[in-house]
């Protein structure tokens, strides 16, 4: 499925992990430092932790997108989007 933005403007799509990941994840891995206080000693311990970075959809005015998954095109924002037709699907 392919999208065309029509508004004038650039539009910038979060994906939700829980919404547009089923069977295939398409978020990226991620590191993120996160530091603990130890009130009784007064050390700070940092670990890196991995996550998962959800994806972002971005499209800039009058411009069509590449094949998109079906996954992408059912989120949320997407639809709210394709209602308002600031997106439309094109062939």
Do not use: W
Not at 11 to 35: D, I, M, W
Not at 71 to 91: C, E, H, P, S
């Amino acid at each position: 499925m392919r999208l065309k933005n029509f508004s004038k403007r650039m539009v910038v799509v979060t994906l939700p992990h829980e919404e547009v990941c089923g069977a295939e994840c398409y978020c990226t891995a991620g590191q993120h430092l996160q530091g603990a206080h130890n009130p009784r000693t007064g050390d700070v311990g940092i670990r890196q932790v991995s996550l998962l970075v959800a994806r972002s959809l971005h499209i800039p005015a009058g411009v069509t997108t590449e094949e998109l998954p079906e996954a992408f095109v059912n989120a949320g924002q997407v639809k709210t989007l394709l209602n308002t037709k600031d997106l439309r699907k094109v062939a």
